[in-house]
């Protein structure tokens, strides 16, 4: 079983930058492939971003040029860099691993963007 803890959002205005951490535990980090969805009120949760176990990684339109997905398996961590954030990033933002079958979620952190 992996346990995730997202850690880092908060407030922050239009503009500025913030980095969301995922630590995990309980299993081998490197062996998931790692990434960032988030869900604004009224709204499905969406992929921001992904990174594979050997670290390519990948970003939504919406993310691309903003933000930085990367990984740390020795820290058995993840994180998004998030720069130029704007108010449509408002949401609660999640951690997920996935290896085959198996996914694991985090219990999310809440990014608010203030105009």
């Known amino acids: 079983q992996v346990q995730l803890v997202e850690s880092g959002g908060g407030l922050v205005q239009a503009g500025g930058s913030l980095r969301l951490s995922c630590a995990a535990s309980?299993?081998?980090?490197?062996?998931?492939?790692m990434d960032w969805y988030r869900q604004a009120p009224g709204k499905q949760r969406e992929l921001v971003a992904g990174i594979t176990r050997s670290g390519s990684a990948n970003y939504a339109d919406s993310a691309k040029g903003r933000f930085t997905i990367s990984r740390d398996n020795a820290k058995n961590t993840g994180y998004l860099q998030m720069n130029s954030v704007k108010p449509e990033d408002t949401a609660v933002y999640y951690c997920h691993l996935r290896r085959g079958g198996i996914e694991y979620w985090g219990q999310g952190t809440q990014v608010t963007v203030s105009s």
């Open positions: 309980g299993s081998i980090f490197s062996w998931y492939d």
